[in-house]
């Protein structure tokens, strides 16, 4: 009689689920077991969709994690306080109330509790809950409550792209030389960045040494490989004379694919290319079944991924 296997079957994890080898999606470098699935981990609830459901969900994940400098006002659902989305506030501050009692809310901050969308919910509620200027943060898990997207209309955002950090100061009528000076410090690692006005969620950047569109997009992810797969098979994934689709960020649940520009493209010549190619990737979405050519394709583009959240 052939002996029975010891070895304990594993289960794959579910669709939206990280499994336990995998690279953690909190961008740490470490697998998922040994940093946010860990027992007492950094964030035993981890989201991995966490802005699904959000107006401009894709803009609002590129401001998270791909765009310098840029504000959106926010609509609440209850009250009349002037809320603004940033990208980044002085000393990436959660939040802060302004002398006006306006808010301010910061995308690109320190902390990182598992959902960054309920941090924001969190972080909004103190805000609200007080009109006493200053910076309002979160030193620990928020625990259980609405995340940014409960509590505020579900309008698409109006994003304004900023050639640096003047926003910071915009409502001080009076500023002082260490202001400027600050200022001037942090514009010095401000890269130019534009959004394009013909598609939604891609931001032209130059970073010197060469020119990139990244393009959050919204589609789950296997679709859009596969939709990449048979663009890029069939020589249709440029979107400038002289680009190169490179690979691809992964970020809260989404993909962004990126590609290189010749120095010296800029943004405006984009706007063209990319809504035919969003035209041709609708298309490439209801394809069927990939070809030989098409699965190799893919294979390359699946291994083109970085993970950033």
């Not at 534009?194 to 060469?210: C, I």
Request: aromatic residues 4%; negative net charge.
């Amino acid at each position: 009689m052939a002996k029975k296997s010891r070895k304990t079957a594993q289960s794959a994890p579910a669709a939206g689920e990280v499994g336990p080898r995998q690279p953690c999606p909190c961008g740490s470098g470490k697998r998922y077991k040994a940093c946010h699935g860990a027992a007492g981990g950094a964030a035993p609830t981890f989201v991995a969709r966490p802005f699904k459901g959000m107006p401009s969900e894709c803009d609002v994940i590129a401001l998270r994690e791909l765009v310098p400098a840029a504000t959106a006002p926010l609509t609440l659902k209850e009250g009349d306080r002037t809320v603004r989305l940033a990208t980044l506030l002085p000393g990436a501050a959660p939040a802060m109330v302004r002398d006006s009692g306006d808010i301010w809310l910061g995308l690109q901050v320190q902390h990182s509790y598992g959902n960054p969308a309920r941090d924001l919910g969190a972080v909004l509620e103190a805000a609200l809950a007080t009109e006493e200027p200053g910076i309002v943060g979160l030193m620990s898990a928020p625990g259980d409550g609405p995340s940014i997207q409960d509590l505020i209309s579900d309008t698409s955002l109006d994003i304004t792209v900023h050639d640096g950090f003047e926003y910071w100061i915009d409502d001080i009528p009076e500023r002082d030389a260490s202001m400027e000076a600050a200022l001037e410090q942090a514009n010095g690692g401000v890269m130019p960045t534009s959004r394009l006005t013909s598609v939604e969620a891609a931001y032209w950047t130059n970073v010197g040494t060469k020119e990139h569109l990244r393009w959050v997009m919204p589609h789950p992810e296997d679709e859009l490989l596969d939709a990449l797969a048979r663009l890029h098979a069939a020589g249709k994934d440029s979107v400038a004379e002289g680009s190169r689709f490179v690979g691809m960020f992964r970020a809260h649940g989404l993909l962004a694919p990126v590609w290189d520009l010749p120095v010296g493209t800029g943004a405006e010549v984009l706007e063209e290319p990319a809504a035919r190619f969003a035209a041709d990737l609708e298309k490439a979405l209801q394809g069927g079944d990939l070809s030989a050519e098409e699965r190799s394709a893919r294979a390359g583009l699946a291994n083109r991924q970085v993970t950033i959240r």
